[in-house]
């Protein structure tokens, strides 16, 4: 991406994390960069793909990570950190799982990419449910509940910030960590011994 349209980007995105995206307009993007509307519609011809190059730019981290599985030791300490270097990132684009339905419903490039990385996800938290199931971490899981198991992960993260800003305006450290406490307690239920003890390693 080229210098001017990574600024013009990183202004959309603070906007849209202030404003709504919703209640962003072009001109109140090229102002924030003092910049004409003429000027930015060079780089991109309308708002909708300003969206779309903040919502691929966010994805590509989360992409490359499903991409990776199993190229790397997996503990529970590591789907910790994973977690939270997650929920960090969502928070740097906090407009998008503040108004996910919206987006989605209006973006179908967004939504296609989305709904595919939804089953690749899915995917991955099946192979992380193998793993530990190998490695001795978890229970063996029947094959509906895993898969229940991961939709509910994935449901939380998709919608921890959005119930989150529905009671503050910020989310802080503070609050980052208790969200990815919560997620990795999903867990908890199916841990054996040796994985309640990794557990409370971390928390206890």
Request: proline share 1%; with cysteine; charged share 25%.
């Amino acid at each position: 991406m080229k210098k001017t349209a990574k600024k013009i980007v990183d202004a959309a995105r603070a906007l849209f994390n202030k404003k709504g995206y919703s209640n962003v307009t072009v001109r109140m993007i090229a102002e924030s960069l003092e910049m004409s509307a003429g000027n930015l519609n060079y780089h991109f011809k309308k708002r909708e793909d300003i969206l779309e190059a903040i919502y691929f730019e966010m994805v590509a981290v989360f992409d490359e990570r499903v991409n990776t599985l199993g190229s790397q030791k997996t503990t529970l300490n590591s789907i910790k950190n994973d977690i939270h270097t997650s929920i960090e990132r969502m928070v740097a684009y906090r407009f998008f799982w503040t108004d996910l339905y919206n987006i989605l419903r209006s973006n179908e490039k967004i939504n296609t990419h989305f709904a595919q990385a939804y089953e690749n996800r899915k995917k991955g938290f099946l192979w992380l449910f193998d793993y530990l199931t190998e490695e001795g971490s978890i229970q063996a899981i029947p094959r509906k509940e895993r898969e229940l198991l991961s939709e509910n992960m994935i449901g939380f993260g998709n919608t921890c910030l959005y119930n989150s800003f529905l009671y503050q305006e910020e989310i802080k450290q503070v609050d980052i960590d208790s969200l990815t406490e919560k997620m990795l307690f999903l867990l908890y239920p199916y841990l054996t011994t040796k994985g309640k003890k990794a557990y409370e390693a971390l928390y206890l």
